[in-house]
């Protein structure tokens, strides 16, 4: 089972963030979790006092302004949520990651515009850097079509494996989230650009080649669930040909997904193809809200 016992929700005041508060919300009230939520301030110290008159007036400005947001923190959270309100100042992404670590966080919920760029990301460009280098799972909400169900509802959920270590551990937290919630788990692996091979001697069915080696994925998907789980929770095998981001947004699609699940490469390697083409794409596109893990706590 999952253990969650301290939530983060970032909120720049907008829209997006109000939505994924609610999802923080729900989350925090089903473990029976810790919430903070969090804003940071801009460093408004560095601007020259002088355009508001006398140090003093600019201090005044700044205390005031200050109250403000407090009062807009415990309003957004409302007299049913319990939860403890954090005023960060400075660099935004090292604020919320700073706080992620100091009350040793582990999830973090948080929304976005789900534009084109990743430096279009609704606080700013910072999400960018919360999925990278969070060390614990970060849910990013990006659409406003449709507000969540309260309480929160993830019948299907769909996780996306490539077999390499993160995405191993993004299974380990879907299994656990599957019995949380009892939801169904569609496990897919997409074969990206398959290669015809070499066969001398031999004609090149293209067909057949591809649904053997969907084949092959499938059985290696069941391999990695154990034998008990696949009786005890609705668990179904993909495996398809394609463009990574493409044909998971399109499955989640086409099973109506309320949340997908993926694992991401760490900061040491940004520049991978994977993180890059595919995480950011499916969080932009993708209808549900994404959850990325990186790994586990303590790990780079």
Known sequence: MLNIKRVLCPTDFSEYSEKALKYAADLSIRFKATLFIQHVMEDVLTMVPDVYGSLTDFQSMREAYERDVIERLQLSIGPEISATTILGKGSTAAEILKTAKEKDVDLIVMGSHGRKGLGRLVIGSVAEQIVKKAQCPVLTVCHLEHAPPRPLEFQRVLTAVDYSDH???????ALSFVEDYQSELYLLHVIDHLA???LAGFAYDPAHYEEREMEASRRR???MVPDELWSKYSIKPIAKIGHPYREITHTALSIAADLVIMGVVGHRAIGSTLFGS???RVIKEVHCPVLTIRGRKGET
């Open 167 to 173: 995405s191993l551990r993004a299974l380990e937290f």
């Open 196 to 198: 015809k091979p070499e």
């Open 221 to 223: 998907l069941r391999n």
């Open 278 to 280: 595919t995480t950011y």
